[in-house]
């Protein structure tokens, strides 16, 4: 994207996203009972599959993680005391670090804080998530990261015994992903019975935007140049257009939980991959039907099967074609990536919302939209927006293969009028900053969507530091 065409949208901003109606239980979200739930697991376990892989973002530092204990690191807030208060309950907490601290006393909250997050301690305050240490086992203490190997080998496992996972870090902290891999690889190995194959993968440079004032100017540095920052996660669907396996489990480096609860997360896991691969095989079936058949028969398969299909399962209403032209269209929109998405009832926690929305060809199609991009203006979508019951917890399956087994070229399916602005701050000054379409929004816009209620005991992140007393991770 040029400096032109990025300064175009600060000016004029994104379009908002038209709504049909959000995706609900019975019309966008499928909620599968028992019966269905062992048909799914059942199937991704004997479909042919070519290579599986987990693929984890997990670039940048943990600030936003200890952004209240920095603000209380001087004078003690609420945040900084529960920390003090807490302290020994983090599995991160060493008493030569932090001793026995009083949380009542501002100087032992101030020191604890400071322990935490400077290099006279822990120096977790400019370490990624994924190398923090999350949970206290009786016999070891495991990162983010390590509870990744562990998840991978329950559902991940290829038929050669490998663990395939792909995490995408930042160059600047690759030693320490390769410190914490090192710990744990060889023990985690001989303890599953797996081969790990770990790849680290870095954010482009390339995909940097620019960041502008409040009042739209260029924002620039001390040196006069112009400040570029990363673009948010959707940059990331370069390195997902990077792998090379067929099934691709995605999933956040802060969204794991103790041991106890891998039994759920492993069986909901097979769930969303069975059925990836289930509405694979059914794209492919169709697709081959199409490719065989002759005008009449095409248009006499896409009235009566796949028009039908498209409607009831993927929510896609198609604009008014002439018969003429309806196998064509029908095609491309077969021939497309496949997504599976979990899916949580709303509790208040943050995250995009899955909804029906109406795209520019004029057909409809299952999207993961963020608040940003719903127009606070136009009171039915506000109205869509409130009336949603489930949000997205980034738990997806895809499948990245076409019907004769090639690679889809990933940037091709990303819908480049997704992204949205955000407000930040470099070195005290506010910015205005341009996200690229997000890796589960706009980058995966034209991708063949479906969405399956997950519960909520599978979607454990850790946003503060705090959220690491919550039980999934005690």
Same mark, same amino acid.
């Given at each position: 994207?040029?400096?032109?065409?990025?300064?175009?949208?600060?000016?004029?901003?994104?379009?908002?996203?038209?709504?049909?109606?959000?995706?609900?239980?019975?019309?966008?979200?499928?909620?599968?009972?028992?019966?269905?739930?062992?048909?799914?697991?059942?199937?991704?376990?004997?479909?042919?599959?070519?290579?599986?892989?987990?693929?984890?973002?997990?670039? =940048?530092?943990?600030? !936003?993680?200890?952004?209240?204990?920095?603000?209380?690191?001087?004078?003690?807030?609420?945040?900084?005391? #529960?920390?003090?208060?807490?302290?020994?309950?983090?599995?991160?907490?060493?008493?030569?670090?932090?001793?026995?601290?009083?949380?009542?006393?501002?100087?032992?909250?101030? #020191?604890?804080?400071?322990?935490?997050?400077?290099?006279?301690?822990? =120096?977790?305050?400019?370490?990624?998530?994924?190398?923090?240490?999350?949970? /206290?086992?009786?016999?070891?203490?495991?990162?983010?990261?390590?509870?990744?190997?562990?998840?991978?080998?329950?559902?991940? /496992?290829?038929?050669?015994?490998?663990?395939?996972?792909?995490?995408?870090?930042?160059?600047?902290? !690759?030693?320490?992903?390769?410190?914490?891999?090192?710990?744990?690889?060889?023990?985690?190995?001989?303890?599953?019975?797996?081969?790990?194959?770990?790849?680290?993968?870095?954010?482009?440079?390339?995909?940097?935007?620019?960041? $502008?004032?409040?009042?739209?100017?260029?924002?620039?540095?001390?040196?006069?140049?112009?400040?570029? #920052?990363?673009? =948010?996660?959707?940059?990331?669907?370069?390195?997902?257009?990077?792998?090379?396996?067929?099934?691709?489990?995605?999933?956040?480096?802060?969204?794991?939980?103790?041991?106890?609860?891998?039994?759920?997360?492993?069986?909901?896991?097979?769930?969303?991959?069975? #059925?990836?691969?289930?509405?694979?095989?059914?794209?492919?079936?169709?697709?081959?039907?199409?490719?065989?058949?002759?005008?009449?028969?095409?248009?006499?398969?896409?009235?009566?099967?796949?028009?039908?299909?498209? !409607?009831?399962?993927?929510?896609?209403?198609?604009?008014?074609?002439?018969?003429?032209?309806?196998?064509?269209?029908?095609?491309?929109?077969?021939?497309?990536?496949?997504?599976?998405? =979990?899916?949580?009832?709303?509790?208040?926690?943050?995250?995009?919302?899955?909804?029906?929305?109406?795209?520019?060809?004029?057909?409809?199609?299952?999207?993961?939209?963020?608040?940003?991009?719903?127009?606070?203006?136009?009171?039915?979508?506000?109205?869509?927006?409130?009336?949603?019951?489930?949000?997205?917890?980034?738990?997806?399956?895809?499948?990245?293969?076409?019907?004769?087994?090639?690679?889809?070229?990933?940037?091709?399916? $990303?819908?480049?009028?997704?992204?949205?602005?955000?407000?930040?701050?470099?070195?005290?000054?506010?910015?205005?900053?341009?996200?690229?379409?997000?890796?589960?929004?706009?980058?995966?816009?034209?991708?063949?969507?479906?969405?399956?209620?997950?519960?909520?005991?599978?979607?454990?992140?850790?946003?503060?530091?705090?959220?690491?007393?919550?039980?999934?991770?005690?």
């Amino acid at each position: 994207m040029t400096i032109e065409q990025q300064m175009k949208f600060f000016r004029e901003g994104f379009p908002w996203m038209k709504i049909d109606a959000p995706a609900t239980p019975g019309r966008g979200i499928e909620v599968l009972d028992a019966a269905a739930r062992d048909a799914c697991i059942a199937y991704a376990e004997g479909a042919a599959v070519d290579g599986r892989v987990k693929f984890v973002p997990a670039s =940048g530092a943990a600030s !936003r993680m200890f952004k209240d204990i920095f603000a209380g690191m001087e004078k003690p807030n609420d945040s900084v005391r #529960r920390l003090t208060e807490n302290i020994r309950r983090f599995a991160f907490y060493d008493k030569a670090v932090f001793g026995e601290p009083d949380a009542s006393s501002d100087a032992d909250c101030s #020191r604890t804080a400071a322990a935490l997050l400077t290099d006279a301690g822990l =120096g977790y305050g400019s370490k990624p998530k994924g190398v923090l240490k999350f949970h /206290r086992y009786a016999d070891e203490v495991r990162t983010a990261l390590a509870e990744h190997l562990v998840e991978g080998q329950e559902y991940m /496992r290829n038929a050669d015994g490998s663990v395939n996972l792909v995490v995408t870090i930042s160059p600047e902290h !690759r030693s320490l992903f390769e410190e914490a891999l090192a710990e744990v690889k060889d023990k985690y190995e001989k303890r599953y019975g797996v081969r790990y194959n770990i790849r680290f993968t870095y954010q482009s440079k390339d995909t940097d935007t620019i960041a $502008v004032t409040p009042d739209n100017e260029p924002f620039l540095c001390d040196d006069g140049s112009v400040l570029r #920052r990363p673009a =948010g996660h959707g940059a990331l669907i370069y390195n997902l257009n990077e792998v090379e396996e067929e099934l691709v489990s995605v999933k956040n480096i802060d969204n794991v939980a103790v041991e106890s609860y891998l039994p759920a997360t492993a069986l909901y896991k097979k769930v969303l991959m069975g #059925r990836a691969l289930q509405l694979r095989d059914r794209i492919f079936s169709c697709l081959e039907k199409l490719d065989a058949a002759d005008a009449a028969g095409a248009l006499r398969l896409c009235k009566e099967e796949i028009v039908p299909f498209l !409607r009831d399962v993927l929510c896609i209403e198609l604009p008014p074609v002439s018969d003429a032209a309806l196998p064509e269209l029908v095609h491309a929109k077969l021939n497309r990536p496949v997504r599976v998405c =979990g899916m949580v009832r709303n509790q208040g926690e943050p995250g995009g919302g899955p909804f029906i929305i109406r795209g520019k060809d004029g057909s409809t199609s299952l999207q993961i939209l963020e608040s940003v991009q719903i127009n606070p203006d136009d009171p039915s979508a506000v109205a869509a927006l409130k009336s949603a019951t489930h949000f997205n917890p980034v738990d997806l399956v895809c499948c990245l293969r076409d019907y004769k087994g090639r690679k889809f070229n990933l940037p091709d399916y $990303v819908d480049p009028d997704a992204g949205f602005i955000s407000s930040k701050s470099f070195q005290g000054r506010e910015l205005r900053a341009l996200e690229l379409p997000g890796l589960w929004n706009g980058s995966m816009s034209d991708w063949n969507t479906l969405f399956v209620e997950v519960p909520l005991e599978t979607f454990n992140p850790v946003k503060v530091v705090l959220d690491l007393l919550r039980p999934a991770h005690q």
